[in-house]
């Protein structure tokens, strides 16, 4: 896979990173949210060292990203437990259907 070097700004700090092609826009949202959280991370803890604010904005995002994976395994759970009761009750209607059938042949 190629790519180039691209300058974002964290923090109002330039950094240079490397770009698969095409993600250029990904990679500049990404830069662009990830400053956005870290000054929110300096404004709310009032912390002035630029490693310590990344280390709290990382940990702020682990957690958030824990809860999102905990909410979609409960919500996956939830659907296919939707998805084998239906399941169920399309077999049992079928069984139904299929036992009807065989008495009305012999009607």
Same mark, same amino acid.
């Given at each position: 896979?190629?790519?180039?070097?691209?300058?974002?700004?964290?923090?109002?700090? /330039?950094?240079? !990173?490397?770009?698969?092609?095409? +993600? &250029? %826009?990904? *990679?500049?949202?990404?830069?662009?949210?990830?400053? +956005?959280?870290?000054? $929110? =991370?300096?404004?709310?803890?009032?912390?002035? /060292? !630029? $490693?310590?604010?990344?280390?709290?904005?990382? *940990? /702020?995002?682990?957690?958030?990203?824990? #809860?999102? @994976? =905990? +909410? +979609?395994? @409960?919500?996956?759970?939830? *659907? #296919?437990? @939707?998805?084998?009761?239906?399941?169920? =009750?399309? &077999? @049992?209607?079928?069984? #139904?259907?299929? %036992?009807?059938?065989?008495?009305?042949e012999y009607n």
């Open positions: 896979m190629s790519g180039h070097a691209m300058d974002i700004r964290l923090l109002d700090r /330039n950094y240079r !990173v490397m770009c698969p092609d095409g +993600q &250029e %826009s990904a *990679l500049r949202e990404a830069a662009r949210q990830l400053d +956005q959280r870290l000054n $929110e =991370t300096k404004s709310a803890t009032k912390l002035t /060292n !630029v $490693e310590q604010i990344a280390v709290m904005t990382a *940990l /702020n995002i682990c957690h958030e990203w824990i #809860e999102d @994976k =905990t +909410q +979609q395994s @409960k919500h996956t759970a939830a *659907l #296919e437990d @939707k998805v084998r009761l239906l399941q169920a =009750t399309i &077999e @049992k209607a079928m069984g #139904e259907q299929a %036992s009807s059938q065989d008495g009305d």
